[in-house]
């Protein structure tokens, strides 16, 4: 089983930072691509930031040179850097992965999800 563990939300003042991790664990073969989205109250989720295996990073206007999206192929672990933060950018944020998986049939691509880490930005 392939899961996808958010860490390192919380609570920062405005002009803060805040490092989120996203580690996958399970039968992945490789990823394809891996997203940071959001969502805040009363609000539909949003992508934030997205990696391709070739390190293609995207970013939505509202975070870009402010966010960072890498990630340790080594470890499986997706990153977002977060610096400058302001209150708008308070939010759960959400790890999404299309996973290359092994299964006793063969692989195949599949997008998996992670629960979600709280990010709170205020004074």
């Known amino acids: 089983q392939v899961q996808l563990v958010e860490s390192g939300g919380g609570l920062v003042q405005p002009g803060g930072s805040l490092r989120l991790s996203c580690a996958a664990s399970?039968?992945?073969?490789?990823?394809?691509?891996m997203s940071w989205c959001r969502q805040a109250p009363g609000t539909q989720r949003e992508l934030v930031a997205s990696i391709s295996d070739g390190a293609v990073t995207n970013y939505e206007d509202s975070v870009r040179g402010r966010f960072t999206v890498s990630v340790d192929n080594a470890k499986n672990t997706l990153y977002l850097q977060m610096s400058s933060l302001t209150p708008e950018d308070t939010a759960v944020y959400y790890c999404?992965?299309?996973?290359?998986?092994?299964?006793?049939?063969?692989?195949?691509?599949?997008?998996?999800w992670g629960k979600g880490t709280l990010v709170t930005v205020s004074s």
């Open positions: 399970g039968n992945i073969s490789s990823f394809n691509s």
């Open positions: 999404n992965a299309n996973l290359r998986v092994y299964s006793p049939v063969g692989s195949y691509d599949r997008d998996y």
